[in-house]
């Protein structure tokens, strides 16, 4: 169960958002006993999934507001998209690269009865142009550069939150905003993600 202390600095409605969500139904099952610890955990593929305040703290910077569509970069396991639909007042679009990985998030998250996502296998980098604009987006793995597409795809007043850096020993979490058509950022605190996996 997860330990309310980890999200003291993030609203109750992200918490408990995060606390409604099995986690360790998302969780490989040799990997389950660690479900609610503060740390990243692999799911296959070379990917992981992000400990639970850091994704309390990404999706606390989204400010979401009532009717927001958000997009979702790197759906993984499922479990962070879970959480986005939890707070019951967004439409989410989640887009994952690895076949395996986007096959079984969704069949986790059919199972579980989160049934409201929009969920394609699909390279992130280039967001999802077909629903943009987007209300927030949201990276879970790091690019090496800020992703064009993602930028286009943000509506006006929206917000982009994303892990940026050439290696997991050099990332920094970022903010930006859509102000006037151009976007406004800040750098939030160095984080340690996977790359962005990005076809050409």
């Known amino acids: 169960m997860a330990n309310v202390s980890?999200?003291?600095?993030?609203s109750s409605k992200v918490w408990q958002a995060l606390a409604a969500?099995?986690?360790?139904?998302?969780?490989?099952p040799i990997e389950r006993q660690w479900a609610w610890a503060n740390e990243p955990i692999p799911i296959g593929w070379?990917?992981?999934?992000?400990?639970?305040?850091?994704?309390a703290k990404m999706i606390e910077l989204l400010d979401?507001?009532?009717?927001?569509?958000?997009l979702e970069v790197g759906t993984g396991c499922g479990y962070q998209t879970a959480v986005l639909l939890e707070l019951?007042?967004?439409e989410v679009f989640s887009v994952e690269i690895i076949p395996e990985l986007a096959e079984e998030a969704a069949a986790r998250l059919v199972?579980?009865?989160y049934t409201r996502t929009h969920l394609k296998q699909g390279d992130g980098y280039f967001g999802w142009a077909e629903h943009a604009p987007f209300d927030a987006i949201l990276v879970s793995a790091a690019p090496d550069h800020l992703p064009q597409p993602l930028a286009e795809?943000?509506?006006?007043?929206?917000?982009?939150?994303?892990?940026?850096?050439?290696?997991r020993d050099a990332q920094t979490l970022w903010k930006f905003v859509n102000q006037d058509g151009k976007l406004c950022g800040r750098p939030i605190e160095g984080v340690m993600f996977v790359p962005l996996i990005h076809g050409e």
């Open 21 to 28: 969500v099995p986690r360790e139904k998302f969780i490989p």
């Open 46 to 55: 070379g990917q992981t999934t992000s400990q639970p305040a850091l994704i």
């Open 88 to 90: 019951g007042n967004v």
């Open 153 to 167: 795809q943000l509506a006006e007043g929206g917000r982009l939150v994303l892990p940026i850096g050439p290696s």
């Open 6 to 10: 980890l999200f003291r600095d993030v």
């Open 111 to 113: 199972e579980l009865g």
């Open 64 to 70: 979401l507001q009532l009717g927001d569509k958000v």
